[in-house]
């Protein structure tokens, strides 16, 4: 996808402020309990298909939903979203919202779907929260 000029520079401000991991982190912490692990993509994107065990709060609501889904802001969390942009302001706002512990998944689904990552696709939307 080709982003435009002010998104990229939105993405490079807080670049410096978030920690990234790597798909291969993303999926140990996922297996061992050690991360929750954060799709912050739309509704229609996680309908396509999600990291298995991953949680799913839309980037558009995350900010006014992530309290109640995730109260206790020392939780680690792991985000992604389609490349690895979305999740880097999510990453930020998070940390701005007092979460402690907050990563972007560099290369977001896509690394992931090239890394061999095994993907849920369900039924139907409403077959998943």
């Known amino acids: 996808m ?9 993405v490079d401000a807080v670049r410096p402020h978030v ?10 912490a996922l297996a061992t309990g050690h991360a929750v692990v954060l799709d912050v993509r739309e509704d229609r994107e996680w309908a396509r298909g999600h990291v298995p065990g991953a949680r799913h709060i839309a980037r558009g609501v995350l900010e006014r939903d992530v309290e109640r ?4 802001p020392a939780t680690p969390l792991i985000l992604y979203c389609g490349g690895g942009y979305r ?3 999510a ?9 402690t512990d ?6 977001g689904w896509r690394e992931y779907v090239v890394a061999g990552g095994q993907v849920v696709v369900p039924a139907s939307p ?4």
């Open 19 to 28: 920690r990234e991991v790597d798909v291969a982190t993303m999926r140990e």
């Open 126 to 129: 409403l077959d998943e929260p």
């Open 102 to 107: 907050v990563r972007s998944m560099t290369g």
């Open 87 to 89: 999740s880097m302001l």
């Open 91 to 99: 990453a930020d706002a998070l940390q701005r919202m007092g979460y």
């Open 69 to 72: 889904a995730i109260p206790d």
């Open 2 to 10: 080709d982003h435009t000029p002010g998104f990229l520079r939105a």
